[in-house]
C-alpha cells in the first residue's frame, strides 16, 4: 500500500513549538481526509486533529488553542503546527490520508510510518 511520508518530528522542550508535515505520494489523489493522530506505550491511537477537502476542521479537546492543522492542495500535504507543547504530548505521531470524508468504503486509507515527538520537560 503507498503510504504517506512525515517528517518533522523530533525532541523539543515543554513551551516549545514543533511542525509536522505529511506528503501524499503522487499516486494518490483527490484525498478527501487528512489527518494526525498519536499513540503512545500506554494508549490507543487517537485523533489529534483533522480536515476534510471542504475544510470541515476537527481538534481533540486537549490540543485546541495549541494545535493547526493546515492543508496544501497543490502539494498534497497536510500540516501540524504544534505550540506550547507539554510533556502529555510526547508520542509517536501518524498521518491518515483517506479518499473518503469518513474513511469508509472502497476509497483509499494509508497511515504513515509514523514520526516521534518527545517533549522534556
Known amino acids: 500500500q503507498v503510504q504517506p511520508v512525515e517528517s518533522g518530528g523530533g525532541l523539543v522542550q515543554a513551551g516549545g513549538s514543533l511542525t509536522l508535515s505529511c506528503a501524499a505520494p503522487?499516486?494518490?489523489?483527490?484525498?478527501?481526509?487528512m489527518a494526525w493522530y498519536r499513540q503512545t506505550p500506554e494508549t490507543q491511537r487517537e485523533l489529534v486533529a483533522s480536515?476534510?477537502?471542504?475544510?470541515?476542521?476537527n481538534y481533540r479537546d486537549s490540543v485546541k488553542g495549541r494545535f493547526t492543522i493546515s492543508r496544501d492542495n497543490a502539494k498534497n500535504t497536510v500540516y501540524l503546527q504544534m505550540n506550547s507543547l507539554k510533556s502529555e504530548d510526547t508520542a509517536v505521531y501518524y498521518c491518515?490520508?483517506?479518499?473518503?470524508?469518513?474513511?469508509?468504503?472502497?476509497?483509499?486509507?494509508?497511515w504513515g510510518q509514523g514520526t516521534q515527538v518527545t517533549i522534556s520537560s
Open positions: 491518515r490520508l483517506c479518499g473518503n470524508v469518513d474513511c469508509s468504503g472502497s476509497g483509499f486509507n494509508s
Open positions: 503522487g499516486r494518490l489523489s483527490n484525498v478527501n481526509f
Open positions: 480536515i476534510t477537502s471542504i475544510g470541515s476542521l
